[in-house]
């Protein structure tokens, strides 16, 4: 299955610390998982469910002054709240390559283990 997301916030865009209720979503992280959500509900009509396990592939466009890294929180976490994968704990996620490309959205491909 082989779909493209918007770019992710950063994580250091992701969260607040908020005194007396620890960390919570920032606006920009509620409004990515929303937008994200909803293009990867519209991209997958008519694809099967994944298997229980799965390797990703992701390409993200290039920005010199951000941390591979950095792309995968969001990214995993908003395949898991879709339902393309069960969990993003390493019994189920059986590999994660990321690759920098010519692309100007994320680039994702799930392929079961």
């Not at 908020?18 to 694809?47: F, P």
Request: one cysteine or more.
């Amino acid at each position: 299955m082989t779909f493209s997301l918007p770019i992710p916030p950063s994580v250091n865009a992701m969260y607040v610390n908020v005194a007396g209720v620890g960390r919570v979503k920032t606006t920009t992280c509620k409004q990515w998982y929303a937008e994200a959500k909803t293009e990867i509900m519209m991209q997958r009509r008519d694809i099967p469910e994944v298997a229980d396990k799965a390797t990703v592939h992701y390409v993200v466009p290039y920005n010199g002054r951000r941390d591979l890294d950095n792309y995968l929180k969001a990214l995993n976490d908003v395949l898991v709240s879709s339902g393309v994968l069960p969990s993003d704990r390493m019994s189920c996620l059986t590999g994660v390559a990321i690759k920098v490309g010519d692309v100007d959205r994320v680039e994702v491909t799930v392929t079961p283990a």
